[in-house]
Nanobody
């Protein structure tokens, strides 16, 4: 059974940084693309970033470019989301997702079969 577990959320002041982690188990982690999504209160879930199986390709939502960095350590079965220059509008539950594909697919949710329960990030002004 595939499991995806996020961690690292918390409360941070605007302008601060957080690093989220996502640990995956139950299949060959290094063979599949991974992604981060988020859902703010009262809003629909939106895409944040994705990374291919090797880490050689990454893709970001426009509003996150330059502030967020996705990376992975296949030896640790973990994908990370480094978030810098956080804004109050970044407040959301952040979800990690595992793809059925090795490469990033479009639409970005295509093939994202495995989801964690999320970790809450709160950015205070």
């Amino acid at each position: 059974q595939v499991q995806v577990v996020e961690s690292g959320g918390g409360l941070v002041q605007a302008g601060g940084s957080l690093r989220l982690s996502c640990a995956a188990s139950g299949r060959t982690f290094s063979s599949y693309a991974m992604g981060w999504f988020r859902q703010a209160p009262g809003k629909e879930r939106e895409f944040v970033a994705a990374i291919s199986w090797s880490g050689g390709s990454t893709y970001y939502a426009d509003s996150m470019k330059g502030r967020f960095t996705i990376s992975r350590d296949n030896a640790k079965n973990t994908v990370y989301l480094q978030m810098n220059s956080l804004k109050p509008e970044d407040t959301a539950v952040y979800y990690c997702a595992g793809s059925r594909y090795a490469l990033i697919k479009f639409p970005i949710t295509d093939g994202m079969d495995y989801w964690g329960k999320g970790t809450l990030v709160t950015v205070s002004s």
